[in-house]
């Protein structure tokens, strides 16, 4: 209660013991049937009752105002840092549009120019040259746009509960195929650290999760050498109510200075980590992160040089006696 509300009940509480001490006196007025004030008396204590009656009546309307009125502000508040952050991410999206899109806009412009100018010809090589250059600038405008919204919060997830094992089944199916058809060695290790008759319990969005996993693996696909590991792994801490999905590569490892950017917008890597030159948006791991976000989750890196990548996300989970519900 708030030291305003106190000073009124303080108020009200000396009010109510004035009117009890006026009553006891009618309870006794045949000690006073003789005098003349008594009825006067009467007809003020009645007045004076029906004063309290309508200020505490007043006090109330008062005070259901002035919640209203801080609800109200509240709100207002809430709007308008909805309004900011919208207005921020409007601006950050036009610079990311305007910045990124130069360079592969003037290749092909220059592509263009060149051929219109019969500088070279119009031949297979350089028209696949610049479709590429197209579908990197598609690509690019629509994980920008999937960045902003998430930012927003303009992106509906549709949670649902999922034992931990099933998803990694689910990881599994998904991606070992591909995994392998792209000449990387595949492992998974068994779930971890989920005591006997225990069962771990996710909610997510399964489609969001398969998204950031496909991000992680496109990830360790740039930097992994042909033939190179890629490994799943999950652990489970009851303690923390978490649950952590690792995928690693056997890819040469991030400098220690840039693991603090590696989940910021359009961050490719250093050169030294490249197999090949970067391809891609440059927004995948950031689009991850922001998907992790939604989850109420945590997403991070581990390596070392030359000793590959470990990125992981954690989930909060619920443990769950087997045989119950």
């Known amino acids: 209660m708030s030291h305003d509300n106190n000073g009124k009940m303080d108020i009200f509480h000396n009010e109510l013991q004035f009117l009890e001490a006026a009553r006891g006196i009618l309870d006794h007025r045949e000690q006073y049937v003789d ?7 009467e007809q003020l204590l009645h007045e004076y009752e029906s004063l309290v009656r309508l200020t505490t009546k007043i006090f109330r309307i008062s005070d259901l105002q002035s919640e209203n009125v801080k609800r109200q502000e509240t709100e207002i508040r809430r709007y308008n840092d909805h309004l900011q952050q919208m207005e921020t991410s409007r601006r950050q999206l036009l610079t990311d549009i305007s910045h ?7 290749s092909i412009q220059g592509y263009l120019r060149a051929m219109l100018d019969n500088i070279i010809e119009p031949n297979a090589k ?7 250059k197209t579908v990197l600038i598609n690509q690019l405008v629509e994980d920008l746009f999937e960045i902003s919204k998430l930012e927003m919060n303009q992106t509906k997830m549709e949670f649902i509960d999922i034992p931990v094992d099933d998803l990694l089944i689910m990881f599994r199916h998904k991606f070992e195929l591909e995994i392998n058809d792209r000449g990387y060695l595949f492992a998974m290790e068994p779930l971890q650290g989920l005591p006997a008759l225990q069962r771990a319990v996710v ?10 996993m496909n991000n992680l693996i496109s990830n360790a696909f ?6 190179g590991l890629i ?3 999950c652990e489970v801490d009851a303690e923390q109510s978490v649950c952590t999905v690792k995928v690693c590569d056997s890819g040469p490892g991030i400098d220690e200075s840039s693991l603090p950017n590696v989940f910021d917008r359009f961050y490719r890597g250093d050169k030294s980590r490249q197999k090949q030159p970067p391809d891609g948006s ?21 390596s070392k040089m030359g000793e590959g990548a470990s990125f992981h996300f954690s989930l909060p989970i619920v443990i769950k006696q087997l045989g119950t519900g």
């Open 35 to 41: 005098n003349e004030l008594l009825p006067h008396y």
């Open 100 to 106: 990124e899109l130069g360079t592969p806009m003037t």
């Open 126 to 132: 350089y028209l696949q040259m610049i479709y590429n």
């Open 203 to 212: 909610s997510v969005d399964t489609v969001r999760i398969e998204q950031v």
């Open 222 to 227: 740039k930097y992994t050498p042909p033939g």
């Open 231 to 233: 490994k799943f792994q």
């Open 282 to 302: 440059g927004l995948g791991l950031a689009i991850a992160h922001e998907i992790i976000k939604k989850h109420n989750g945590r997403m991070g890196v581990d």
